[in-house]
């Protein structure tokens, strides 16, 4: 293994440190790699974001063989090392447990796998209080108890986290007013005042410094009227301030400047510098120009004054901090045995049964059963198959063909159909007469909410149907978005399970009684 050299932040000269404001977000091309790389060698990159896909594990390797460093080596990680196949289906799952512990194992567990291959920053857990399945729960001390615990997990393994995104997106004091997506759009400017979000959103941020010396915050681009009207908070001193004046030293990342929200307003140079400028650390430039250019763009801003020598010196030796503290090493390269049964027991313990009274969840046997798997539509024009959720986690029509599979092996007598998300007249026809065919009918539904989708919700359609069928109908088995359990709450036996490699076949195991669910959703469905 190569020895890595700390850096000391006087022996950098101002093109170096301008350097270490930036995660670099991929090359361009040939020329904009060869730079990316030239500019490591002069010891002048903070950070290199590398995407969990494609061949991985050489761009680390390339990496780290030019970095004679410790750089941070960073990725998105909220359902674990997404590399490995000991992943939950989402972070939401960890609260639904009711068991701390497992945040806390299941961290140490993804640092484990992911600091093997190379990286050492995990931009997680999100702390942000909401419905959302990448969020732990809509309530407050949920969210600060289990993301506590998983800051813990990866921070024991040497990982810096990235817990986000400061301060959070709550529209009003309750709940927002409707999904925004800030990929798309500019998000409506929350009516949180400062009093009511140290109250509110700010505890597990704070709670988590206090108790697991919290390494790093990634900070959102929410608008904060009644604190800064002007700014994103990526872009606010104001709101980055509040952080700082409770101790915080840990590094700050920007959160993505490539999103439509910021970039379509204030444009890629002006979110190159301002984040540094307001009292981030490193900043995620836009993907969608080389490094070269936003390296250009940041020493202009420097040179213009719009970053000081002190916020600059203060960025960097942050930035320092954060890649001594990765140096230290994990516990092992290799998991346990126990540790890699955790991902299924977590999984299993998050299945909630939704039940009429005098109703469990074991299905009756002897009955003549239809199985319906919903999938997404295919879209014309992308791929044969969608790329949105292309896994067998997912609900795209491989993944529900893998699903059927599964069924047929434990009710081999047993109908099934795949309908459309969307479905055509022609396939409602369908269905309905097999439903009048069936003794019993089991819906299996998939909804995702991801981004550059605004929303994702159970379609009109398919609620229709099973709202017409509720003599027929007897079970719904649902994962992904939440509230759609709300929507089928007519159905008698309503199983939820958060998406992940064995939700189909743990659901099917709760349908013929071999356990009882006892997961409990940590958000008010109300």
Same mark, same amino acid.
């Given at each position: ?9 006087? $022996? ?16 361009? +091309? ?84 992911? %600091? ?96 697991? !010396? ?15 009207? !002007? ?49 981030? $650390? ?21 040179? %213009? ?56 969840? %074991? ?47 434990? @009710? ?9 998300? @969307? ?15 069936? +003794? ?30 509720? !003599? ?28 992940? %490699? ?25």
């Amino acid at each position: 293994m190569k020895e890595l050299k700390e850096l000391r932040i006087e $022996d950098l000269t101002i093109e170096q440190k301008i350097g270490m404001l930036f995660v670099v977000r991929g090359f361009r +091309d040939d020329e904009d790699k060869a730079f990316v790389f030239d500019m490591i060698k002069k010891h002048a990159v903070g950070a290199v974001q590398i995407w969990v896909w494609g061949d991985y594990q050489k761009a680390i390797d390339e990496v780290k063989e030019v970095a004679d460093y410790p750089i941070l080596i960073c990725a998105d990680m909220e359902r674990g090392f997404p590399g490995s196949q000991y992943k939950i289906g989402s972070q939401m799952v960890l609260a639904a447990t009711g068991d701390e512990k497992y945040a806390y194992e299941f961290a140490r567990l993804a640092a484990i796998e992911s %600091k093997r291959v190379g990286y050492n920053v995990v931009w997680g857990p999100i702390v942000d209080i909401g419905v959302n399945l990448r969020r732990f729960s809509d309530d407050r001390d949920i969210c600060t108890k289990y993301g506590t615990a998983m800051i813990k997990g990866y921070q024991d393994e040497g990982m810096i986290c990235g817990a986000k995104h400061f301060p959070g997106d709550r529209i009003q004091k309750a709940n927002p007013d409707r999904h925004m997506d800030g990929h798309i759009e500019r998000k409506k400017p929350s009516t949180v005042t400062e009093e009511e979000l140290m109250k509110d959103a700010f505890v597990p941020y704070k709670k988590a410094i206090e108790e697991a !010396d919290l390494s790093g915050v990634m900070v959102g681009h929410t608008v904060m009227a009644n604190i800064d009207p !002007d700014y994103p908070s990526s872009m606010s001193p104001k709101v980055i301030s509040l952080l700082r004046k409770i101790g915080f030293d840990g590094v700050l990342f920007s959160d993505s400047m490539a999103m439509m929200g910021v970039a379509s307003k204030y444009g890629i140079e002006e979110t190159t510098w301002r984040p540094i400028a307001a009292g981030c $650390d490193l900043v995620l430039p836009n993907y969608r120009v080389g490094f070269k250019e936003v390296y250009e763009y940041m020493m202009k801003a420097y040179k %213009k004054g719009k970053i000081t020598d002190e916020r600059l010196d203060e960025a960097v030796r942050r930035v320092l901090a954060a890649q001594k503290k990765t140096m230290k090493q994990a516990s092992a390269t290799e998991l346990t045995e126990e540790q890699k049964k955790l991902t299924t027991e977590i999984s299993q313990m998050g299945i909630t049964a939704f039940c009429h009274e005098g109703v469990d969840a %074991k299905l009756p046997e002897n009955t003549k059963k239809l199985f319906v798997i919903m999938h997404e539509n295919l879209y014309p024009g992308i791929v044969e198959e969608s790329k949105e959720l292309e896994s067998e986690t997912g609900f795209t029509r491989q993944a529900a063909l893998k699903k059927k599979e599964l069924i047929l092996n434990e @009710y081999p007598d047993a109908e099934v159909m795949l309908i459309n998300e @969307y479905p055509h007249n022609s396939e409602t026809e369908k269905l309905v007469h097999a439903l009048n065919d069936a +003794d019993e009918a089991i819906f299996y539904t998939f909804t995702n909410s991801t981004s550059y989708l605004a929303s994702s919700s159970m379609s009109i359609r398919i609620q229709y149907v099973i709202s017409c069928y509720t !003599d027929k109908i007897s079970t719904v088995v649902h994962m992904g978005v939440v509230h759609d359990v709300k929507r089928v709450s007519a159905i008698k036996r309503v199983l939820y399970a958060f998406p992940g %490699k064995d939700s189909v076949q743990q659901t099917l195991d709760a349908l013929k009684g071999r356990f009882i669910p006892t997961g409990k959703l940590p958000i008010d469905l109300d």
